[in-house]
């Protein structure tokens, strides 16, 4: 696994431990995620990012599991099925990487719904 795979994978497993500090050691400081469905910024740097999955990693039934992965140079591209709720409901989602030559994720960008 390269430095940018590990990124990915990192940021996963603190994503499944709902550990917001060992998430977003993953990230740059100015990170910046965009949700290709409504073409929007969803929040930027790792300030507004923290504030968001604080209250995120509050949900005991919070889970991502990996149903897919490719990997070419520092673009990672996820896809992911999150798991919210007591009764195992679901939803799925791409997420893409990019990854700076540090291993550092600069940019997340998401696209979400139900298959």
């Keep these: 696994m ?3 795979e590990k990124a ?3 940021q ?3 994503y ?3 550990d917001v500090d060992a998430f977003l050691e993953w990230y740059t400081e100015d990170v910046i995620a965009i949700d ?3 073409d929007k910024v969803l929040y ?3 300030d507004e990012m923290r504030k968001i999955f604080i209250e995120k990693f509050k ?3 919070l ?3 990996l149903k897919n992965r490719m990997v070419l140079n520092r673009t990672i591209i996820d896809h992911e099925v999150i798991h919210y709720d007591e009764t195992n409901d679901t939803f799925e989602a791409i997420a893409i990487y990019d990854v700076n030559e540090t291993g550092l994720i600069s940019t997340i960008r998401f696209t979400k719904g139900k298959l």
């Design 12 to 14: 996963l497993e603190a």
């Design 44 to 46: 930027k740097g790792k």
């Design 36 to 38: 290709i469905d409504a």
């Design 59 to 61: 949900n005991i039934h």
């Design 63 to 65: 889970k991502c599991t």
């Design 8 to 10: 990915a994978q990192g």
């Design 2 to 4: 390269d430095i940018f």
């Design 16 to 18: 499944n431990n709902r």
